[in-house]
């Protein structure tokens, strides 16, 4: 697997371009919803890196069918922007961090979970 495959919000692929990886803008989950099954149908190899806001929004199914490709492995890249209005900076750095290493890690003057 020596290919990475990111789909990401439109105002995002230049970036990618120019760092040399092969990106597609999706405005919408259904797009990037529409893009990931013609990957999967065509039988695409690499890693899929998907903009996590756009995952969110996938079908279960295709979801579940994208869990199941060993061909197609997905991570969510993390959007910039809370999924959710509560979720804090700290908490997704948190979050980040712990799903990485597998400790959870609070900061000074925020209570614990």
Do not use: N
Request: proline fraction near 5%.
């Amino acid at each position: 697997m020596s290919r990475l495959l990111v789909l990401t919000s439109p105002s995002l692929v230049h970036g990618f371009y120019l760092a040399g990886i092969e990106a597609v803008g999706a405005a919408s989950a259904a797009e990037a919803q529409q893009v990931t099954l013609t990957w999967l149908d065509a039988g695409e190899t690499g890693l899929l890196a998907i903009d996590e806001v756009l995952l969110a929004g996938f079908d279960p199914t295709v979801r579940q069918r994208l869990e199941a490709a060993t061909q197609l492995p997905h991570l969510a890249l993390p959007s910039g922007e809370a999924a959710e209005a509560e979720v804090s900076a700290r908490k997704h750095i948190a979050d980040l961090i712990r799903r990485a290493v597998g400790f959870h890690l609070t900061f000074r003057g925020e209570p614990e979970p």
